[in-house]
């Protein structure tokens, strides 16, 4: 085995890696912020989330994790869509946005 078919089997065994870590990440994500729709009593449209940005930053103990930021979709009677955002910083979730919305 030469050294560029070790670095082809490194290459696609960290891509699938990072892709199941990644579907991992986004799931907790899911579950988190379902819970937080039923707290505040609006509809999470089609159960999803998608990822928006990505980014490597410090959390307040100077830690390296990596940043995620994911965006959904939510109704509170069914007739209007409103826009969030899931903020997370490792496996932690920092922070959730909703747009202003009727209740």
Known sequence: MTLADLF???????IAWYWWK???FKELALADL???CQRVDVKLLDDTIF???I???RDSDGR???WRR???EFATTG?????????MLGRKITNIEMDAHRI
């Open 79 to 87: 007739e209007s869509r409103y826009s969030g955002k899931v903020v």
């Open 51 to 53: 990822l928006r940005g």
């Open 64 to 66: 390296l994790h990596v």
């Open 70 to 72: 994911f965006a959904f």
């Open 34 to 36: 379902k819970r937080h």
């Open 55 to 57: 980014w490597l930053k």
């Open 8 to 14: 082809w089997v490194f290459l696609l065994t960290f």
């Open 22 to 24: 990644s579907k991992e």
